[in-house]
């Protein structure tokens, strides 16, 4: 049975007698239909605004009298086959699926971090832009899937709803995913120009204002997209059942200014793109007069994918505002040309994300470069002094090759010192016993809190010379020879004996 395309009241038919009526070969009773509301329409269905039923072919369904229905079949359950609508669903919806796995495995090679994070350049925004793939791509495979029960459902109902309510989010989606690989484009730019010389480009100045700035604006546009067109009453958009409700609330519902105000929006915010485009290649690449110039600089410094992805953007956020104007082409609309919608609208969307899993994949890992970049700046550095690195089989004892320079500085360090004999010597300190003399014998015990006086003094300097004279006379009287100009010489230990 073909799609319903007219749904006008109708009188029930004539039963047996004034209260029976005869619908589809099943006797119902008028008084019950009329008391419970019940209204048959031209489009097979039986209705009172809040429960809907088949009743044709093999849909014959019985009312009771108190209002129940047995072996009834609701109007919005899936009757007809899948069309065009839902297979292209069902392909696009595979395809994001696909590609988040691809982003989640971007996501860890670009988000990995193998330098200490700076705090002008935070690793999160490098990692933006694959965030934001996934929920473009979770938002794409939910409305393509629920386009699989638009093509089925015998009464539209909640499934087109879901379908451009996904669609119609994954354009902000889209916008931030695009802007935050052109800004960290710029800001990869800088990086690499900040760690060749971190005083070239301050962050006071104007280009350091301009970037400041610059995600306010396009994040202030992509959320008034935002605001425009989710947060309404999406009720009139199933509203499909004939060509009256389509013509008086489904329409004016998907092309009304708030549509085409989030459309208008959209291309405000790809020009904020454009811009902070323009602005990394005036700073960060060089600077050429004249028009023909500046165009050859843009086509030679300008990253192919980023220039890919704004041609491609351009082209959707054109679809969204001829389908807020025309609804023949919208996805709002349950008998759309499935070419439209699902080429201009998905087809556009998967087309970047594609080219951004295709270029993550061959890029390499930011850290890793700038690792690589100061290896090259390091090895200019030593050809520019003369420093030649020696090859991994050089050795210090086979000195054959060296220069007399290098050999006496070898043999200055085997003799003189360095590293291991500091540590020989530090050992020998610390794991040695130190030989500690007890002064406290030799000295009259004093008291420390009674000052001494004149005849305290007197007593202690003749008790050292009777000391120092008994101790030379022992001396002389073991060895047998005596006289002033012999002594025993003094071992000093430590700087107590001083």
Known sequence: MGLINLRELLQFPVGDNATDTLINGVHFNQTALDYWNYTLYSNNTISNDSKCYLIFDQYQPLMLSNGSWINGTSCYLPYYRIKGRGTAGIVFASLFAASIMFTLINLRKHGRLYLREDKRFRVIGRRWQWYWMCFVAACGMISCITGIDVDRVYLQEIAIVLQSFFFSLMMPGTLAMVWECVRHWGSWQERQICDRDPYLLPQDDRRGRAEFYMPLVFYLFAWMNFFMTIPRSWTNIELQRSPEQQDSLAEPSATDNRFKAGACLAAVAWLAICY?????????????????????????????????????????????????????????????????????????????????????????????????????????????????????????????????????????????????????????????????????????????????????????????????????????????????????????RSMLDI
């Open 276 to 492: 902070s485009l323009s602005h990394s290649l005036y700073w960060y690449k060089p600077r050429s007069t004249g028009l023909w110039g500046r165009f050859n600089a843009f086509c030679h410094y300008c990253p192919t994918k980023i220039f890919l992805v704004l041609v491609v953007l351009a082209i959707r956020i054109a679809y969204g505002i001829a389908a807020a104007w025309e609804r023949d082409i919208s996805i709002m609309k349950y008998d759309v040309q499935p070419a439209w919608p699902y080429g201009l609208g998905y087809g556009t969307t998967i087309l970047i994300i594609i080219i951004f899993e295709i270029y993550g994949m061959v890029d390499p890992n930011e850290d890793l470069v700038l690792i690589e970049q100061r290896r090259e700046r390091g090895r200019a550095i030593d050809a520019e002094l003369g420093l030649v690195k020696k090859p991994s089989w050089w050795s210090k004892m086979n000195d054959q090759w060296q220069t007399p320079e290098q050999q006496l500085k070898n043999m200055t360090t085997e003799v003189g010192g360095g590293a291991a004999t500091g540590r020989n010597i530090t050992a020998s300190v610390e794991m040695g016993s130190m030989p500690v003399r007890d002064r406290s014998r030799s000295r009259p015990p004093e008291d420390p809190f009674r000052d001494q006086s004149p005849e305290d003094n007197k007593r202690t300097a003749v008790a050292r010379a009777d000391s120092v004279d008994s101790q030379g006379s022992a001396l002389t009287g073991r060895s047998g020879i005596t006289g002033s100009t012999l002594a025993e010489p003094v071992k000093i």
